[in-house]
């Protein structure tokens, strides 16, 4: 039922998201073998347990998250007439406030790149566009438009939106692009996975001993848009967020954001 689960939601889902799935369905199944008995006991006991082994609320909640969604589906094929996962007290995540790259990271990370084209781009690419790594690795070479200088993502539950890309990063493009299908792919011309993205990406920041992965250029991407100006509507369009409240963890306080604030605020305070 596990692996059924799996091959119907991957559709749906990305890599990561289905890799954990996987890895939460079938720990809870050492748990509580009879999958189809399973009651709402046994998922806040299992949770429990969870929780008394040190795991953290954000992990919980992806774990509550994953059986709920597993239950939703044997309840859709028959199996089960309810999902017993309903009947658990939500676990609300942590929201904590988003790393992301210094302009002298990003600058160091752009001049170890070096002469690797491909890597350059795939870099630029996400910084510059704040892209998703399983979205980036769905793009085909008809999304992209040259001349509106746009791309067209489908993210997450099917949702097409319209992302922006700088000058620079066309030219990479423009540079790297083949004629296969896939806007990325490796050196067999086979298109990247997310794992291959996230490899890449780490092994980069590795190179300048920085904890660097995909989705902190995404978190990158959001600060310095909603430090530059942009309103947290236009980077929810931008990134693709169904709730502007996810995109609200974004505003934490930067060096810039203080800047602009002390001379603003300063010219409204007493002379001394």
């Not at 689960?5 to 509580?32: C, M, N, P, V, W």
């Not at 790259?101 to 996400?126: A, T």
């Amino acid at each position: 039922m596990i692996d059924d689960f799996i091959k119907y939601s991957s559709i749906r889902k990305s890599e990561h998201t289905i890799q954990a799935y996987k890895t939460d369905l079938t720990q809870f199944q050492g748990f509580h073998p009879s999958l189809v008995s399973a009651t709402s006991t046994d998922i806040s006991n299992f949770l429990g347990f969870l929780s008394e082994s040190g795991l953290g609320r954000n992990t919980l909640a992806r774990k509550l998250s994953a059986i709920s969604s597993f239950y939703n589906y044997l309840k859709r094929i028959k199996i089960v007439e309810f999902n017993p996962a309903e009947l658990v007290e939500n676990i609300k995540p942590t929201r904590t406030i988003p790393e992301y790259l210094k302009l002298d990271e990003i600058e160091l990370l752009r001049g170890v790149c070096g002469g690797d084209l491909p890597l350059k781009c795939l870099f630029e690419f996400l910084l510059t566009t704040g892209l998703r790594e399983a979205e980036l690795c769905s793009l085909n070479r008809r999304d992209i438009d040259y001349d509106r200088k746009e791309l067209r993502v489908i993210g997450k539950g099917n949702k097409v939106r319209v992302v922006m890309i700088p000058d620079h990063t066309l030219e990479l493009l423009r540079a790297c692009v083949t004629e296969e299908e896939a806007l990325f792919v490796n050196k067999t011309g086979r298109r990247l996975t997310s794992n291959m993205v996230y490899y890449r990406i780490r092994r980069l920041g590795q190179r300048v001993h920085l904890n660097v992965y995909p989705h902190l250029l995404r978190h990158t991407f959001a600060t310095y848009l909603l430090d530059g100006g942009s309103t947290l509507v236009e980077v929810q369009e931008l990134l693709g967020h169904e709730d502007v409240s996810t995109t609200a963890i974004y505003t934490h306080t930067t060096a810039e954001k203080r800047g602009r604030y002390d001379k603003a605020v300063g010219r409204m305070l007493p002379r001394v």
